[in-house]
């Protein structure tokens, strides 16, 4: 079984960044894809990027294309979202997932795994 602990949430000032870190452990084959979405109180959770197990494919929602950089380390079976041009909508609970076998899968039904969340909270 896989263990995804995210860390690196907190507030900032609006144009601000941050980055994400998402660490894997337990049994888990490390080149795994890898996905990270957010939600809201009363709103779907909503995806945001995806990386293949090799790191050399990502993919990204509009609306944070240009934005959000997903990448990964191996080696420390961490994965992670640099958030950078931060504004108040993206103020949300932050998830990282693991995405067993759907290419470019976007939708949460294709993540088998999930982390606990860490918040982030931008401020106007």
């Known amino acids: 079984q896989v263990q995804l602990v995210e860390s690196g949430g907190g507030l900032v000032q609006a144009g601000g960044s941050l980055r994400l870190s998402c660490a894997a452990s337990?049994?888990?084959?490390?080149?795994?894809?890898m996905g990270w979405f957010r939600q809201t109180p009363g709103k779907k959770r909503e995806f945001l990027a995806g990386i293949s197990g090799s790191g050399s494919t990502t993919y990204y929602a509009d609306s944070v294309k240009g934005r959000f950089t997903i990448s990964r380390d191996n080696a420390k079976r961490t994965v992670y979202l640099q958030m950078n041009s931060l504004n108040a909508d993206d103020t949300a609970v932050y998830y990282c997932?693991?995405?067993?076998?759907?290419?470019?899968?976007?939708?949460?039904?294709?993540?088998?795994?999930w982390g606990q969340g860490t918040q982030v909270t931008v401020s106007s």
């Open positions: 337990g049994r888990t084959n490390i080149y795994y894809a």
């Open positions: 997932a693991r995405n067993p076998s759907v290419a470019a899968a976007r939708a949460p039904k294709d993540y088998d795994s």
